[in-house]
T-cell receptor, first 115, second 114 residues
Framework: ETGVTQSPTHLIKTRGQQVTLRCSSQ?????VSWYQQALGQGPQFIFQ???????GRGNFPPRFSGLQFPNYSSELNVNALELDDSALYLC??????????????FGQGTRLTVV | AQSVTQPDIHITVSEGASLELRCNYS??????LFWYVQSPGQGLQLLLK??????LVQGIKGFEAEFKRSQSSFNLRKPSVHWSDAAEYFC????????????FGAGTILRVKS
């Protein structure tokens, strides 16, 4: 148990719809990173939020957006869903932004299926 | 850009046997290196990390890894595997100039036979 919780655990959406995934960070952590893990692949960095501001972004289109709230929980929003968006979405929280400085604790993920 | 290669998609070892999982990275300077483990239905758990100093790093659950700059490798080892080690293992690399992201390999699935 890492203290990082993600909801929902599973989700099925239709192509073209929009989806919101949620992450509750570990107590005391001000940084949340989101990763996409497609089947058979390693996680890919989507973006990171630090103290409510985006703090780094991977190679994902603008229809992937996020928010971080004052309590440091976070949302990942994906618009105009495509079949290739089907994946496990992982949230990781940490004490500060640099993965080289502190350990990132991962949630169990949200399995998104787009049909 | 950084990249990570894990050449073995699947590995099967007998319980009690030794284990080595391979990881090669591509990066110009000294990277920060990590090994994570993912059990089915679970998130990623950090096993160990290398930033600098001693090239042999000890981690949790009896795992260790050795950084070899000349081979651009960071292989994970365990002297005696337990059935509970069956999981997927990911090598990852980070670097200050690439900000806050980790770049992961595709993973190696470990099966342990009794």
């Amino acid at each position: 148990e890492t203290g990082v919780t993600q909801s929902p655990t599973h989700l099925i959406k239709t192509r073209g719809q929009q989806v919101t995934l949620r992450c509750s960070s570990q107590s005391g952590h001000n940084t949340v990173s989101w990763y996409q893990q497609a089947l058979g692949q390693g996680p890919q960095f989507i973006f990171q939020y630090y103290r409510e501001e985006e703090n780094g972004r991977g190679n994902f289109p603008p229809r992937f957006s996020g928010l971080q709230f004052p309590n440091y929980s976070s949302e990942l929003n994906v618009n105009a869903l495509e079949l290739d968006d089907s994946a496990l979405y992982l949230c990781a929280s940490s004490l500060d932004p640099g993965p080289m400085n502190t350990e990132a604790f991962f949630g169990q993920g949200t399995r998104l299926t787009v049909v | 850009a950084q990249s990570v290669t894990q050449p073995d998609i699947h590995i099967t070892v007998s319980e009690g046997a030794s284990l080595e999982l391979r990881c090669n990275y591509s990066y110009g300077a000294t990277p920060y290196l990590f090994w994570y483990v993912q059990s089915p239905g679970q998130g990623l758990q950090l096993l160990l990390k290398y930033f600098s100093g001693d090239t042999l790093v000890q981690g949790i659950k009896g795992f260790e890894a050795e950084f070899k700059r000349s081979q651009s490798s960071f292989n994970l080892r365990k002297p005696s595997v337990h059935w509970s080690d069956a999981a997927e293992y990911f090598c990852a690399v980070g670097a200050q100039e690439y900000g806050n992201k980790l770049v992961f390999g595709a993973g190696t699935i470990l099966r342990v036979k009794s």
